[in-house]
């Protein structure tokens, strides 16, 4: 850190690749605010509450973690409860910015949809995104343009993480075939945890018909700016307004990287990321301002799943991190959904 003061604090929230089996189980019945955040995603989730949370606990899931029907919605309950553990300790972040799901989580942490409805949201599109013909998700070692000329089809660019950090998505098939041709021409391809091809046009048919779900959900502005890796801007009070934005999203391109920038641009920032895994943080880590180190970067949790105290030693690790760079603030909590809830704690594995 550069020493001039306290840095400004962006939240930064995981989407499709990053679940994995018991994803932040270490913190539930530990922590009081994750834990009630989680609670509150599984009572508004209906009967699809239980299964939801069984699997999520379980060493051994009904069904797997990447699956549409787990990796969404458990992704988006996680994140958003993390990031309603940060707020808890009274830090209000300068900006959110989510990957794939993740904007939806960080919509939701901002106020724009209230928990209840973003839950029925995330429920909602992955009852849609279920019935898809299968596919996959492809991360290449490459620029957008390296890439370009092997792709064909429905496969496409689905993101660009960083300059020469680009996801291909698919169907199975045509997505081999260009994976195949790609590591054949050298560049080191890996594969993305997804049963689906997120943003990608094979989900387009299954998304008809969810503009109008969201039409019919009240939309707030945020209560704090929420930077798009769809638009790679902050949300505007048309973008937030627009049903056929939020529909498309499984459809449309993660930008993350020109978001990043933008975000960045604004300058520098204390980078912590809410959400299972670095790989966020892996890709912020790369950005000339962090490499300089007058912005920097702070994980949650860790690396890789481990065992459950792993979990609450990360957290309380990053913060303390976060404190002592001047952070967090007293005083009343910047939870706008905490605030009849009473005082939040501080973090029980801290204490």
């Not at 994140?79 to 989580?105: M, Y």
């Not at 029925?120 to 279920?130: N, T």
């Not at 792709?151 to 680009?166: C, E």
């Not at 627009?242 to 499984?250: G, K, L, N, S």
Request: glycine share 10%; charged share 15%.
């Amino acid at each position: 850190m550069t020493g001039t003061g306290a840095l400004p604090v962006a939240l930064l929230l995981p989407g499709q690749g990053s679940q994995h089996q018991r994803m932040a189980a270490g913190l539930y019945g530990h922590e009081p605010v994750f834990t009630a955040a989680m609670d509150e995603f599984f009572d508004a989730a209906g009967p699809e509450g239980a299964p939801l949370r069984e699997d999520w606990l379980a060493e051994r899931p009904a069904t797997e973690i990447d699956h549409v029907t787990r990796s969404q919605p458990l992704l988006f309950a996680v994140d958003h409860a993390l990031g309603r553990l940060v707020l808890s300790w009274g830090v209000r972040p300068a900006a959110l910015l989510g990957h794939s799901i993740g904007e939806l989580a960080a919509a939701a942490l901002a106020g724009v949809f209230s928990p209840r409805d973003a839950a029925a949201l995330v429920l909602d599109r992955i009852r849609r995104l279920a019935g898809a013909p299968p596919g996959g998700m492809l991360a290449v070692a490459a620029s957008t343009a390296e890439v370009a000329p092997y792709l064909s089809g429905d496969v496409v660019v689905g993101a660009v993480n960083a300059p020469r950090q680009t996801v291909l998505a698919g169907p199975d098939g045509p997505l081999e075939e260009i994976g195949r041709a790609l590591r054949e021409a050298g560049f080191v391809c890996r594969p993305v945890p997804s049963l689906s091809a997120f943003h990608s046009p094979v989900l387009e048919p299954a998304c008809r018909g969810a503009a109008a779900r969201f039409a019919a959900v009240r939309k707030h502005p945020p209560a704090m700016p929420v930077h798009s890796a769809y638009t790679a801007a902050p949300l505007t009070g048309s973008d937030i307004q627009d049903p056929a934005f939020w529909a498309r999203q499984p459809v449309a391109p993660v930008l993350f990287w020109p978001a990043l920038e933008g975000l960045l641009a604004t300058g520098d920032h204390l980078l912590v990321e809410v959400g299972p895994g670095q790989g966020l943080s892996q890709l912020a880590r790369r950005h000339p301002a962090v490499r300089r180190g007058s912005s920097v970067v702070v994980s949650l949790l860790p690396a890789r799943p481990g065992p459950p105290e792993a979990d609450r030693t990360a957290v309380a690790a990053a913060a303390a991190l976060i404190t002592a760079a001047g952070t967090a603030t007293a005083g009343r909590p910047a939870d706008p959904a905490s605030e009849d809830r009473g005082t939040p704690s501080r973090p029980a594995a801290a204490r």
